[in-house]
């Protein structure tokens, strides 16, 4: 197998993965950010170092656009260089991306210059858009489910649009960690084994 295409996402427990009126300058939402306290111990030899130290050894990112704008564009960076590729419906006449960043308007072509761009290596996925969008085209492999213990109420969902198929997922490991358990799933899709 090739390597995954495969989604990092901090999650509460009821599913959202910003608090509402995530917008520029609350990119993460009201109380959004209590998603990512478990970043505290990023650099630790712990489950959560673990886990970051994988999430920045892929090779491309597969980022949606409403995410990439959020995050300030990641200032054309956003680890080592790796190639982004901003999955999106649309491109105005003129935007240039800073760095190392590029629009692509097409799943499939998202999905297969990402595999290229990371060589041996894993594509991490950030966004709910794109995520979705990936899912739906049978090109996202592997979810990292960072489960966080707080129900936030409202926000923004993973999973808010992704029609009535059923998609069976199957869990690869658990890492408990402080505030957060950290799930990885293979996405099991149809005509695939398992």
Excluded at 22 to 32: K, N, S, Y
Aim: charged share 25%; glycine share 12%.
């Amino acid at each position: 197998m090739t390597q995954p295409i495969r989604l990092y996402m901090s999650m509460s427990l009821d599913g959202f993965i910003a608090g509402p009126d995530d917008r520029p300058g609350q990119e993460l939402g009201r109380a959004g950010g209590r998603l990512f306290n478990w970043l505290d111990d990023r650099n630790s030899d712990g489950p959560s170092g673990q886990v970051y130290r994988e999430a920045l050894a892929t090779g491309a990112l597969i980022s949606g656009r409403r995410t990439f704008e959020l995050a300030g564009r990641r200032q054309g960076d956003h680890h080592d260089g790796v190639p982004i590729l901003v999955l999106t419906h649309r491109v105005e006449d003129g935007d240039v991306l800073p760095g190392h960043a590029r629009f692509v308007t097409d799943v499939e072509d998202c999905a297969r210059q990402a595999r290229e761009a990371a060589g041996d290596r894993p594509v991490m996925v950030h966004g709910a858009g794109a995520a979705q969008a990936l899912l739906r085209a049978g090109h996202l492999d592997e979810m990292e489910i960072h489960l966080v213990p707080v129900l936030l109420g409202s926000g923004r969902r993973l999973f808010d649009h992704l029609g009535a198929d059923h998609i069976e997922l199957a869990l690869l490991r658990r890492l408990e960690d402080r505030d957060v358990t950290h799930l990885r799933y293979r996405v099991r899709h149809s005509g695939k084994t398992a």
